[in-house]
Structures are given as C-alpha cells and as structure tokens.
C-alpha cells in the first residue's frame, strides 16, 4: 500500500509517499481500506517531530479516516466486510489500508457521505470526552471555547448548543466570528480587537473553557473562569510551560484538566466512540449538527494540505482524498 509518513522532521516538504506492507488484522482488529482521511493539528507537530506516536503504533500519519471494511481479524463482532465506516485512530489514516482496534470503528453519521465522514471521528470524540466525559458540561452553563472556526471548535460550538449550553467564542477574523455566530455561538470575540477575558467576565465568567494554546492563555483562562469553573486543556499551540496563580484558582474553587486523546488505552477510546454513536450521532441525523469540510486534498499533495492547516486561512476540516469513493 501507498501512505505518507516524515522521514525526518521538517516542514511540509518532509511528507513522503512511501510503498508498506498491507496491514493484516490482529485479534479484536478490522481492516479499513481507506477512502479520506483528514489533516489535524496533531499531524503537523508529529511532521515536526514534537508529537510521536504511541508506543507501537504506526509512523504513518492520520488520526481519523472513512472507508470500508476489507478484513476482519479474529474475535470481532459486528463488523463485516464490505461495511462503510468511520474510525479513530492513532495512527496510519494517511494511507491506502489502516488496522484499527473494533472498538474505535463507527458507523457513518447519519446523512453523511463516506468522504465527508473522515472529517468527524477525531473531532466528535474529543469534544464530546472533554466537554461531557471531563468536564461535565451542564445545561445553562457557560462554554468558551477558543478557535471556533477551526474542526474541533465549530463541533464544539454546535455540539454544546444542542446541549443546552451558552457559547463564547474566539476567532481571528471577522469573518470568522460570522462563522462562529452562524453556528450558533452566542458571542464571537474577535481577539484581535477585544480582550476575551473581559468579555467572558461581563457575561458571568465560563464554566468550563476549552483550550487547545496551552501556556500563552493559562494565566488569562483561569481568570475567565466562573466560580467551580473547569478549564480543560487539550493543545499546546502557545506553549508548553506557564505559572499558574493558585491563589486565583483556589479562589474560584476552580480545576485544570489537561487531557490527551491519542494515548489513551484502546478500551478508553472504545468507550468514548460508543458514547458519540449513541450521544452524537443521533444530532447529525436530526441536522442539529454539521461537519465543515473547507477543502479536499489529493493524498498525494499531503504537503499542500499540511502548509494550508499551519496558514491559518482555513475555517472547518482538511480532507486527503486517498481513492475514488466507488
């Protein structure tokens, strides 16, 4: 099979298309011959080298893919060849075939196509574990999430609403905050022109924020949260290290919660698809919930798609096409 991984670290230019061996089914695993899959944040920095992947898990890049079923190994339950799908992953979507425990293979959402379904597994079970699974999110309480217009936070901005939550969010532009604001957030702030802090405190503080520049916003996240509020950090595109005022913290009787979705155990990860087949799923079938897809990418201009996600012009997810979805 044809996948692209990064020789060594560099920039976009580093991704090559190399020829590996077909993956085969080990127990409790299916077989996914892969029709897209899509460019996360994550995929960069492990071009970089500053994200390996898990110990044992494949160099090839790809954190989510859709496809079909073409083997199943042994032990596996409901799932035959043939079927359509959708997976997540910890690595090996950037390529022709991927192996991927059962447990994290999902149906298509309702209403969407084989393509565009690439586009949602990382994002649906990252927001759903950390807002709902993490922190708790309640009905009436008060969400920030930051970058709105990208995947997670246009999911995460339409997934909290659905929910019952108030939405605050930020963009980099205005038509961006358009973007948010279409989708239902209540306020859209601009960080160029308004201080995020100040507007989260007028609107009564949020009760969980959700964060993926780590260290640039700690201090002024712990400050936009409201009394027992939850900050949950899941990137670190600011930063790594930062202080953290505990005496403000404390406070507020407040929590930060750092969490990562790729490491976790197989079984962790297969909880957290069953919860999004039963919880989400059903809110992309009612239209409550829709996946963006800003462009698609031949699988062979992985470089393309990579210097498009670090420009930052884009606004919804980056597909790679790997083959004719017939």
């Known amino acids: ?12 230019e580093a991704l ?8 085969e089914p080990g127990p409790g695993e299916v077989v996914i011959d892969v029709v897209a899959s899509a460019v996360n944040r994550a995929d960069t920095h492990q071009r970089m080298g500053n994200y390996p992947p898990p110990e044992g898990a494949s160099d090839v890049l790809g954190l989510e893919c859709s496809g079909r079923v073409s083997a199943v190994g042994p032990g596996v339950e409901g799932w035959s060849v043939g079927d359509e799908v959708c997976a997540l992953l910890s690595a090996g979507g950037y390529a022709e075939k991927v192996a991927v425990p059962a447990g994290q293979v999902m149906p298509l959402p ?21 807002l709902f699974m993490v922190a708790h999110l309640q009905p009436g309480e008060t969400l920030l999430v930051h970058g709105g217009a990208g995947g997670i936070g246009n999911f995460a901005i339409q997934l ?33 022109d308004e201080d995020f802090v100040e507007v989260v405190k007028e609107a009564g503080g949020a009760d969980v924020v959700l964060d993926n520049m780590g260290a640039k916003y700690l201090s002024r996240n712990v400050q936009a949260l409201a009394t027992e509020g939850r900050l949950v950090v899941i990137g ?13 913290l404390l406070g507020k009787r407040g929590a930060v919660i750092a969490t990562s979705l790729r490491s976790r155990p197989v079984e962790q990860k ?27 990418v031949p699988f062979e201009e992985a470089a393309r798609s990579h210097e498009l996600m670090e ?13 004719p979805p017939a």
């Open 236 to 248: 670190m595109q600011g930063g790594r290290k930062a202080e953290l005022d505990l005496g403000t």
């Open 311 to 323: 420009s930052g012009s884009h606004s919804g997810k980056i597909l790679l096409t790997v083959g």
């Open 270 to 296: 297969a909880a957290i698809c069953a919860a999004v087949v039963e919880h989400v799923w059903p809110l992309i079938g009612e239209g409550k919930i829709k996946s963006f897809v800003h462009e698609r």
């Open 110 to 130: 309702p209403g969407v196509d084989l393509v565009s379904a690439a586009a949602i597994p990382e994002v649906a079970c990252t927001v759903w574990s950390n």
């Open 16 to 23: 090559t298309v190399v020829d590996l061996p077909d993956p």
């Open 1 to 12: 099979m044809r996948a692209v991984t990064a020789p060594e670290p560099g920039g976009p």
């Open 160 to 192: 909290a609403k659905a929910k019952g939550a108030k939405v605050l969010t930020t963009a980099g532009s205005p038509e961006k905050v358009a973007l948010c604001e279409s989708l239902g957030a209540d306020r859209a702030i601009n960080y160029h």
